[in-house]
């Protein structure tokens, strides 16, 4: 068993961790100026959400690019954890496609991305079933498979890193349902789905704590500590999940219908990619979000859908 066959180096070294260091600084950055900018304009904009991505972005540039302390399968599943887990919740709570949506001007790229997120695929994508087979169950192939040790090399082991994180996010936003989204599945299933998710987690930990990923050849005590990290580690972000889906759930049923959320001035400051999923898809852009023909702007106009208008999000 060579040292490559435990992945003791971390995932981003050599050349690929500019690579990453670059990439993840680039889309924080582009994440605060979307902010800034919806600030200045005079929209409201949770500073919460601006920490929570920025502490999404530093997690996944310690987990890929730090040295971590423990022996290789406990760095290993520190990592997993962090990449997989704990980094996609947090860059979901911060909304980044909402932010995307309110704060590019309309026009082409708007359009582009709401055709991207209404698009057949993605509404099967996030399926919360499927998004779970394609998070868990890549899970279990890594690990019960040879693939884990067959990933010896730093770009397949990078490789990896980022179809962990994709799927994690993938998953992460099908539960939650925090951005606009055109088909949004019930609490529910999404609920069962987190359950039965969390349950296949736990099962692979469990399993992982007596025999190792085959081809592999850990300590006992490595592979334990490892393996208990995953298992616990993994309910403290699956408890962060199922809090963000039962106060999703209870703001939804406790808010009466039709009722307007409004800022001092009586004007709804969120955007309409907030409010309505499919409100920025009915405005023509060309005419600065308002329909053709409808005359002058009146005093105190705005490009944003008038106040009262319903939707699923506070």
Do not use: Q
């Given at each position: 068993m060579t040292s490559?066959?435990?992945?003791p180096a971390p995932a981003g070294a050599g050349a690929a961790g500019p690579v990453v260091t670059v990439a993840v600084l680039l889309v924080a950055a582009a994440y605060l100026l979307a902010a800034f900018r919806l600030r200045r304009r005079?929209?409201?904009?949770?500073?919460?959400?601006d920490v929570s991505f920025t502490a999404g972005s530093a997690a996944i540039l310690w987990a890929v690019l730090g040295a971590l302390p423990g022996g290789p399968f406990t760095v290993h599943s520190a990592r997993h954890l962090t990449v997989a887990m704990a980094a996609p919740l947090l860059l979901v709570l911060a909304r980044p496609l909402t932010l995307a949506?309110?704060?590019l001007p309309?026009?082409?790229?708007?359009?582009?991305l709401l055709t991207v997120l209404h698009a057949r695929p993605a509404r099967w994508l996030l399926f919360p079933p499927l998004a779970a087979l394609l998070d868990v169950g890549g899970l279990w192939a890594?690990?019960?498979t040879p693939l884990f040790a067959a990933a010896d090399g730093p770009?397949?082991?990078a490789l990896v890193q980022v179809h962990t994180l994709a799927a994690g996010l993938l998953f992460?936003?099908?539960v939650c349902q925090l951005d606009p989204v055109r088909r949004r599945w019930g609490t529910a299933l999404r609920g069962a789905t987190l359950l039965a998710a969390g349950a296949a987690h736990a099962v692979l930990a469990k399993g992982l704590y007596a025999t190792p990923p085959p081809g592999t050849a850990f300590t006992t005590a490595d592979l334990r500590t490892g393996a208990q990290l995953m298992y616990y580690g993994g309910d403290l972000v699956?408890?962060?999940?199922?809090?963000?889906?039962?106060v999703r759930w209870y703001v939804a049923g406790s808010r009466p219908a039709g009722r307007p959320r409004t800022v001092p001035g009586g004007h709804d400051r969120r955007g309409a990619g907030e409010r309505d999923p499919s409100a920025l898809a009915r405005v023509p852009a060309t005419h600065g979000g308002r329909p053709a023909g409808s005359g002058p702007r009146p005093a105190g106009f705005t490009d944003r859908a008038p106040e009262g208008t319903p939707g699923p999000w506070p």
């Open positions: 490559a066959h435990i992945h005079g929209d409201r904009w949770p500073w919460p959400r949506l309110r704060a309309p026009g082409r790229a708007r359009r582009a890594l690990y019960r770009v397949t082991h992460t936003f099908a699956e408890v962060g999940l199922a809090v963000t889906l039962a």
